[in-house]
């Protein structure tokens, strides 16, 4: 029962610290643009690579 002391406040703290990265993720528009990123990945467009 004497750990709870310690990891409880630890486990506060380390959900406080992704909640901040999430939140900062989303100021910065990270998530703008999902679809776009999806449709490039298939795309079989091989003109935006150098050719040897």
Request: no cysteine.
């Amino acid at each position: 029962m004497e750990m709870l002391v310690y990891l409880i406040p630890v486990s506060l703290l380390l959900g406080g610290i992704g909640l901040a990265a999430f939140l900062w993720s989303l100021k910065h528009r990270q998530y703008d643009d999902p679809e776009g990123d999806a449709n490039r990945i298939l795309s079989t467009d091989w003109d935006d690579h150098p050719k040897p």
